[in-house]
C-alpha cells in the first residue's frame, strides 16, 4: 500500500521560510518521480515544482529561485525548501509520486498517488 505522508507546514510571515518533507512508503521510490502541488481555496490544484529519480528538475515559474525540491532516495523523502514566502504561496501542499522511470511531470493527472497534504499559510 503506497503512502505520501507531508510535514513542515505552518504559519510564517513575508519573507519567511518552510521546508516541507514527503515521506513515501509502499512503493520503489528509487526510480519514481516526485511532485509537489498546491492548491489555494477556490482555486484548481497547480504544479510547483517535480524532480525525476536522476535529479532532473522543473518549477513553476514564480517559484523559481525561492523554492528548491530535493530527493533522498535512502530516506524515501522529497523536500521542497520554501524561501521568500509570499502571501500568493499560501495553499494546501501535496505531495504526488509518478510510477512511471523517468518522469517529471508538471500534469497532475500524470500522478499515481498523492498524499494527505499540509496547509502553507503566509500572513502579510
Known amino acids: 500500500q503506497v503512502q505520501l505522508v507531508e510535514s513542515g507546514g505552518g504559519l510564517v510571515q513575508t519573507g519567511g521560510s518552510l521546508r516541507l518533507s514527503c515521506a513515501a512508503s509502499g512503493l520503489t521510490f528509487g526510480t519514481s518521480g516526485m511532485g509537489w502541488f498546491r492548491q489555494a481555496p477556490g482555486k484548481e490544484r497547480d504544479f510547483v515544482a517535480a524532480?525525476?529519480?536522476?535529479?532532473?528538475?522543473t518549477y513553476k515559474d514564480s517559484v523559481k529561485g525561492r523554492f528548491t525540491i530535493s530527493r533522498d532516495n535512502a530516506k524515501n523523502t522529497v523536500y521542497l525548501q520554501m524561501n521568500s514566502l509570499k502571501p500568493e504561496d499560501t495553499a494546501v501542499y501535496y505531495c504526488a509520486v509518478d510510477l512511471r522511470p523517468g518522469s517529471y511531470s508538471s500534469v497532475p493527472r500524470d500522478y499515481d498517488y498523492w498524499g494527505q497534504g499540509t496547509q502553507v499559510t503566509v500572513s502579510s
Open positions: 524532480i525525476s529519480w536522476t535529479g532532473r528538475i
